[in-house]
């Protein structure tokens, strides 16, 4: 599962983006994360649940989402599904819009209004044109997808973006170096019993104001969070070893039995004893 850190994208060949034709797994997924990039996931089939900030939202077929830039984010799917990913760099995009970094993608899935539904779907057929222009290479596809990515991101700015003020700006870098620091402190100590009040003296909060602020930007409480972490290292451990489950959830930090295999079970789908029998078969 993927670290809880900034992320680095790497493009496509010949292209300063990154498109791929993506099948999720079972139970996998990226966990809490950024980048630079503008990301957008079109789902083809199957099941998606994207968690942006504190906000989760889960996809259905031939929907998509857009995730702004150096937004914590991450995905799970629980059933296996195929998606198009597109994920295009602020660094791109500046070029042609030097101040694009001022700018947030802010879309109204719900809006009955036919003008956005139809925005919608140009957004829709855009991406499907690009994977088909990428995929099949056909003479002078790179212009083809250059074209479809910049059309893209016009709808996108032109319709469903707004401005955000320097203050803002400032406000949420200084946020997400926070949360960083306080992401860096618990995977150089989850396996010790950090207390809200360790945490927050660390990154000088008061416990009241850093609880409301880690799950306002995180999307779960600070100890549910330390628990996920545990719970990755854990079932690498499960599936790669052949420790006892309890020597494993112990080594992790992981105490509470019950706590411990209610959670497993919400985020893998499965008992641990199944999820290290499955890997068997």
């Not at 797994?25 to 996931?41: A, L, T």
């Not at 829709?124 to 003479?139: D, I, K």
């Not at 870098?173 to 402190?185: F, M, T």
């Amino acid at each position: 599962m993927e670290k809880y850190r900034y992320e680095f994208v790497v493009p496509n060949d010949m292209m300063d983006i990154h498109l791929e034709f993506s099948v999720g797994q079972p139970n996998s997924g990226f966990n809490k994360h950024y980048h630079d990039w503008i990301e957008i996931v079109y789902l083809i089939n199957g099941d998606l649940e994207v968690s942006v900030n504190d906000s989760i939202r889960s996809l259905a077929k031939n929907e998509f989402i857009v995730v702004n830039p150096m937004t914590i984010h991450s995905t799970w799917c629980r059933n296996g599904n195929t998606a198009i990913l597109l994920q295009i760099p602020v660094s791109f995009l500046e070029r042609f819009m030097p101040e694009i970094r001022e700018y947030v993608i802010d879309i109204d899935m719900n809006s009955e209004d036919p003008r956005v539904r139809t925005k919608l779907g140009n957004i829709r057929n855009t991406l499907q044109n690009l994977w088909v222009a990428y995929q099949f290479e056909a003479e002078g596809y790179i212009f083809r997808c250059y074209s479809l990515i910049l059309e893209l991101i016009y709808i996108l700015v032109h319709s469903f973006s707004r401005r955000v003020p320097n203050k803002e700006l400032r406000k949420n870098q200084r946020n997400l170096e926070r949360i960083q620091n306080i992401i860096d402190y618990v995977r150089e100590h989850y396996t010790e019993q950090i207390s809200i009040r360790d945490i927050a003296s660390e990154v000088g909060l008061n416990e009241i104001y850093f609880s409301r602020f880690f799950k306002e930007n995180m999307g779960l409480t600070f100890l549910e969070y330390v628990n996920t972490v545990r719970l990755e290292k854990i079932y690498v451990d499960l599936l790669n070893t052949n420790r006892s489950i309890k020597d494993i959830q112990e080594t992790h930090g992981f105490y509470n039995d019950k706590v411990f295999r209610r959670m497993f079970r919400e985020i893998y789908g499965c008992a641990p004893h199944e999820a290290r029998s499955k890997k068997l078969d």
